[in-house]
């Protein structure tokens, strides 16, 4: 706890010393109750603050963000990065004592320094709304707020930091692939690794982006005149796998580009129907619900895998950017792509939300 005076104490002593002299020279007896109020003003002014700045609590009530709006209408309402979170905060006990000063806050990933954020907005009823900028995806957490009270005479001002211990997951943008192209229906990118070798035959379809040439069926591809792929029952099951590589050599936009690049790709999977599995072999994750695919490449760190990707699509952070390897090539994303080059790399575009 930090205390400063105020110019209102000896402001406050003198006039109690010039109403003093007033009634020693003119023996006017309520001067002399005049000069013991002033007095008594002052222990008044110095314990009030303390005692209120002692009692007053601080919760954060609200978190709400505005920014990017998630193409899955079921993340609306989480933050992502970039956006501007807005924290309702707000304080129990003497309201009319209370305020708010800063708050100490730690970005996500970037660093474990506490920095000091400045209030915006203005208080009422106690409380305040704070605009934090969601610099990076992780976790933040708001540690502590200093509040103040100078309650009821200002003649002293107590601050306090109060902790929080409040926290809010910031989650990596992404994109949906399109429903059709202009050519026709579009297999999205990642569905060939959904497709075995499954023994029951379901049928024939034209050769897609990412098929292996192993599957072509040749007799069929000569009489059309175009590629023809076996298609089986086992193979429409599978659900796609996604891994994630970000070593340590990655740099941090790289990382979170990797997170945006297969975060684009599980939604895909979601936004499509069909399962998928994201897998992290640096952190041991593996995972195959959206939710928890969101939550687990918001929190990705870097690290070394000696894990092998197999038939899974592959997104790999280097120094400098991002490949995307699959059955049908690879792509490379430099590590300041924005979402539309990712969308065009994927061979997608962003999308309006899904009911």
């Known amino acids: ?26 023996e006017v007896v ?12 002052v222990p008044v002014g110095l314990v009030a603050p303390l005692v209120a700045v002692r009692r007053l609590r601080v919760s954060a009530t609200r978190v709400t963000s505005t920014g990017f709006i998630a193409p899955l ?23 009319a004592a209370c305020r708010f000063v800063s708050v100490k806050l730690r970005a996500p990933l970037r660093t474990d320094r506490s920095a000091a954020v400045t209030p915006v907005d203005s208080e009422t009823d106690g409380g305040i709304e704070l605009g934090l900028a969601a610099e990076g995806r992780g976790v933040a957490y708001l540690d502590a707020v200093l509040i103040s009270s100078s309650w009821p005479l200002g003649i002293l001002e107590a ?37 075995g070798s499954g023994e029951e035959f379901i049928g024939l379809r034209e050769y897609q982006p990412g098929d292996s040439q192993r599957r072509v069926h040749w007799p069929t591809t000569a009489r059309a005149g175009t590629l ?8 429409s099951r599978s659900p796609a796998r996604y891994w994630v590589e970000v070593p340590p050599s990655a740099s941090e936009s ?16 979601v936004a499509a129907g069909r399962p998928f ?10 995972t195959s619900s959206w939710r928890d695919a969101l939550a687990t ?44 080059d990712v969308a065009k790399a994927l061979g997608r575009r962003q999308e309006q939300a899904l009911p």
Request: with cysteine; charged share 15%; proline share 5%.
């Open 1 to 26: 706890m930090t205390l400063r005076l105020s110019r209102r104490v000896p402001g406050l002593l003198l006039a109690a010393a010039i109403v003093y002299l007033v009634a020693t020279n003119s």
């Open 30 to 41: 309520w001067l002399y109750g005049l000069t013991a109020l002033l007095l008594a003003l």
């Open 73 to 95: 209408a079921q993340d609306r309402g989480k933050v992502f990065d970039g956006d501007t979170v807005v924290v309702r905060l707000e304080c129990s006990g003497n309201v």
């Open 159 to 195: 601050r306090r930091w109060v902790p929080l211990a409040t926290s809010y997951t910031v989650h990596p943008r992404y994109v949906l692939p399109p429903a059709e192209t202009e050519t026709g229906a579009q297999e999205m990118l990642g569905e060939a690794s959904m497709r």
């Open 228 to 235: 023809m792929v076996v298609e089986t029952a086992v193979e």
């Open 254 to 269: 790289a990382a979170d580009l990797a997170a945006t690049v297969a975060a684009s790709l599980a939604a895909g999977s």
């Open 277 to 286: 599995r994201l897998e992290i072999p640096a952190a041991a994750q593996v």
């Open 297 to 340: 490449l918001a929190t990705m760190a870097r690290g070394a895998s000696t894990a092998v990707a197999g038939d899974a699509i592959v997104v790999a952070a280097g120094p400098a950017g991002v490949t995307v390897e699959t059955p049908g090539g690879s792509r490379w994303l430099p590590a300041d792509a924005s979402l539309d």
